[in-house]
């Protein structure tokens, strides 16, 4: 485990909310210089801690829906473990893949486009791994809270600020070029509008007013970065509430905002079958 200091985690927090901010500014916000910021940064890159910078994306604005899918494992071994691993990280509707401790043995978060595209991939799935996997839930998110890693903080001044995304927003059709951009911005948030308008064969005005365009339009939600928390001693949990008593959710989600080490409240709807993916009526 690797101990930050308070200027560590100022730096981290920032980056988390604005990743493409300057290094002056970076600084000025953490109380140290620019060059100190740019160290600092480089410190934290170099031991594995800032592992990518990134963006995070509006997909239900393109047309995608997000699900998480739930598994069990069963006739298991390290090399089979290994290749299912393997198959989820390397498909294109995979955006990540855990193991777990608890009710489930594995996770993952798919983002689902075209249904038949999308099914091809889910019977490809069990044909290869309907030994090894059990298919336990499948999970539909319609509403999130995204909470600010105020925890990173020694005070929590921030802890009413989440943002909020919701499902059934209007699709924003976007062009070749828009994702392109994208693209860029998610491979390295911080990377120079020069260096993209020159990958592209455009110009840094051009490039400049699309991507404030996506950022007004609400297709990129934030500019980030990726961090490995198992190396500051932190570890992920999963908490699935089912309410028996709806008229406690208020109450219950207060008092879960009250905690600093929460990172999101979601909601969703819960399938237990694979065959409510999709159905054919016959008559």
């Given amino acids: 485990m690797i101990e930050l200091d308070i200027k560590d985690r100022k730096i981290l927090y920032y980056l988390l909310q604005d990743s493409r901010q300057s290094l002056k500014t970076i600084g000025k916000k953490v109380g140290i210089s620019r060059e100190s910021a740019t160290y600092r940064i480089k410190r934290l890159i170099d031991n594995k801690i800032i592992t990518k910078f990134n963006i995070n994306v509006n997909t239900e604005k393109l047309g995608y829906a997000t699900i998480n899918v739930y598994f069990a494992f069963k006739n298991i071994n390290p090399e089979i473990k290994k290749r299912i691993i393997s198959f989820f990280v390397d498909s294109k509707f995979s955006t990540y893949v855990s193991l777990l401790e608890g009710n489930y043995d594995f996770q993952v978060e798919l983002i689902m486009g075209d249904p038949f595209e999308f099914e091809s991939f889910f019977d490809k799935m069990q044909e290869k791994f309907y030994k090894y996997l059990i298919l336990k839930n499948v999970i539909f998110w319609i509403r ?28 924003y059709f976007i062009d070749s070029f828009d994702f392109k951009i ?32 996506l950022i007004k339009n609400n297709i990129i939600t934030q500019f980030t970065i990726n961090v490995d928390w198992s190396k500051m001693g932190y570890r992920w949990f999963h908490l699935q509430i089912n309410l028996n008593d709806f008229s406690k959710k208020n ?5 879960i905002r009250e905690n600093p080490n929460l990172i999101r409240i ?11 993916l999709r159905a054919h009526e016959t008559r």
Avoid at 144 to 163: G, M, R, T
Avoid at 251 to 255: D, P
Avoid at 266 to 276: A, E, I, N, R
């Fill in 144 to 171: 999130a809270d995204e909470n600010n890693y105020i925890f990173l903080l020694n005070d929590i001044n921030d802890k009413d600020k989440y943002s909020s995304w919701s499902w059934g927003q209007n699709i």
């Fill in 251 to 255: 109450l219950i989600i207060q008092y």
């Fill in 182 to 213: 994208l693209s860029e911005l998610y491979n390295d948030s911080r990377r120079p509008t020069k260096f993209i308008a020159n990958n592209l064969g455009s110009t840094v005005s051009i490039v400049n007013n699309r991507i404030k365009k």
């Fill in 266 to 276: 979601m909601k969703g709807f819960l399938s237990v079958s694979y065959t409510h």
